[in-house]
């Protein structure tokens, strides 16, 4: 894709700094009426509205991401650590394991006393570690 550079004249920067004003003397959106002096016309009427809009483009904020990588973090920290994990699935049944790895739509979980499984993130309901569940027993 070939990009022209475009070279500003000292005129045309003096003729943006002039429309700033202009801009700034609006309040609550409404445009600025000129001084009796003037008529009451308005100033920049159509340059006002392009800026107006223009600016409004500038302001819009970025929307946050999709993804902010937490639950990525928390499987590589449990992980690494070798946390005896709760994973509780839709229909109530608990698992009782170590995640080995993780991908976008599984997990693998080793138990000691049965077989490993690989388990589908979207049949899990929620998950914790197992040293939370010993903690709620003894408290009861």
């Known amino acids: 894709m070939n990009r022209k550079l475009i070279r500003t004249t000292l005129a045309e920067v003096k003729g943006k700094a002039r429309e700033a004003p ?3 003397e609006r309040t609550n959106g409404s445009p600025h009426r000129g001084s009796p002096s003037e008529g009451g016309r308005d100033l920049g009427r159509d340059s ?3 800026a107006q ?3 409004v ?3 819009k904020r970025t929307p946050p991401p999709l993804e902010t990588n937490a639950e990525i973090f928390y ?3 449990q992980i690494d650590a070798h946390t005896l994990m709760v994973i509780v699935l839709r229909d109530g049944e ?3 394991g170590t995640i080995e790895w993780y991908d976008r739509g599984a997990l693998k979980v080793n138990r000691k006393s049965a077989p490993n499984l690989l388990i589908l993130k979207r049949n899990i309901k929620y998950m914790f570690k197992a040293d939370e569940r010993v903690e709620e027993e003894a408290a009861e």
């Open 48 to 50: 006002g509205r392009a």
């Open 53 to 55: 809009q223009a600016s």
């Open 22 to 24: 202009l801009q700034r």
């Open 75 to 77: 499987y590589k920290k």
């Open 57 to 59: 483009q500038v302001r």
């Open 94 to 96: 608990e698992i009782e």
